[in-house]
């Protein structure tokens, strides 16, 4: 539900006429790496993440990742983590108007 209206949002906020395509990531906290296999963690919520794409990063335990589908596809700043859920906060804020 909340990437349905995540996605109209953006739309809406784009100005995007016709087909629009979006992927969308999910920055997350690493708690923990087994090999190539990582627990995550964002706003309470845990996931198991294969770090098999990102094998040539040093990723370490504290590190954030942005998240696709399971899948840790790139490593970022705790700022960037902290401005992507700003901006997801901002768009997501009023969900009864969709």
């Known amino acids: 539900m909340i990437g349905a209206v995540l996605f109209q949002k953006l739309r809406r906020a784009s100005g995007a006429r016709g087909r629009m ?25 845990e996931r198991q993440v294969s770090l098999f794409m990102v094998q040539g990063e040093d990723i370490s335990p504290g590190d954030f990742v942005l998240v696709h589908v399971g899948y840790a596809i790139q490593k ?23």
């Open 21 to 45: 395509i979006m992927c969308l990531a999910i920055p997350m906290q690493v708690k923990s790496i087994e090999e190539f296999q990582c627990l995550c963690e964002a706003r309470g919520i």
């Open 76 to 98: 970022i700043s705790a700022a960037d983590a902290a401005e992507s859920w700003q901006l997801f906060d901002e768009v997501l804020g009023d969900t009864a108007s969709v």
